[in-house]
């Protein structure tokens, strides 16, 4: 392997908590059935997306406009903010400087995210790791995860060939757009789901924490 895909959220930051928290506040305020749990299962989704989806299981002859979604989707955004910043994962800057030490890999960050903030972040917590030419955002893409676009994207800009790059995902979503874009996924599960919400995806590797991904690297590094 020489391409190394990373997820951002519950890959290299410890933020699904905070996320989790503050969907499931909001859901609460809006009488919306919306758990922590659906906030790991649904992790990938746009905000809009999830809004609309929760909306409509409530009441699901509702018109619901743009602007309500739009308003609920900035409460929670702010109480995210309000939440503080998420640390970075536990692990990770060891596996990163692990595969940095290997000439010719590349270190890709693939996110959904769409904060302007990003660079700074990966920047603050990974210092001199992340490259921005290296980074697809939800700036780069029309589709977003589940669908391969992404991943594909960053093979594409990578130059290398597809059994050459792994994906590290967190979340059953983005388990699927790493398959569907035919390469190898690994899940690191960060968070608070079980092995069978990710079986039907088929993830190549299933880890429990990012030391555990530190301790496959050299096998990963001549795969
Ligand atoms: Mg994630």
Known sequence: MKGFFFDMDGVLFDSMPHHAEAWETVAKRHNLQFTARDCYLQEGRTGYDVIREAMLRLNPDKQVSDEEIDAIYAEKSQLFTELGGARPMPGALQVLQAIRAVPNTQIWVVTG????????RLET?????????RMITAFDVRI???????????????????????VIENAPLGCRAGKAAGLYTIIVNTGILEYEDFAADQPDVFLPDMYALLDIVPQLIEQ
């Open 113 to 120: 995210s769409g904060q302007r903030t990003l660079l700074q």
């Open 125 to 133: 917590g990974y210092p001199g790791i992340f490259a921005p030419e």
């Open 144 to 166: 977003g995860k589940p669908n391969p676009e992404p991943y594909l994207l960053a093979w594409e800009r990578s130059g290398l060939k597809k059994e050459e790059c792994c």
